[in-house]
């Protein structure tokens, strides 16, 4: 005779759930990565011109394709 075999695809947990995260710690991680990203945003589209920081067309060209990429003009 044959024997149904049974599995389950779901696997059953033992009543263990993770806690969330609480705000305190994840604040200072997010400030930081946002300040990054400003300040990479700031470097693609408008180390450039009147705003520049550095003097010279270096950084201009270390960030060009990723100026066309996002949109910014520069020509």
Do not use: K, N
């Amino acid at each position: 005779m044959a024997e149904a075999v049974v599995s389950t695809a779901i696997p059953t947990t033992s009543g263990s759930l993770s806690a969330p995260l609480p705000v305190r710690a994840v604040l200072p991680w997010a400030l930081f990565v946002g300040l990054l990203m400003l300040v990479a945003l700031y470097f693609v589209g408008a180390e450039q011109g009147a705003t520049s920081v550095f003097s010279g067309a270096g950084v201009h060209e270390w960030v060009h394709d990723g100026r066309h990429l996002l949109g910014f003009p520069c020509h």
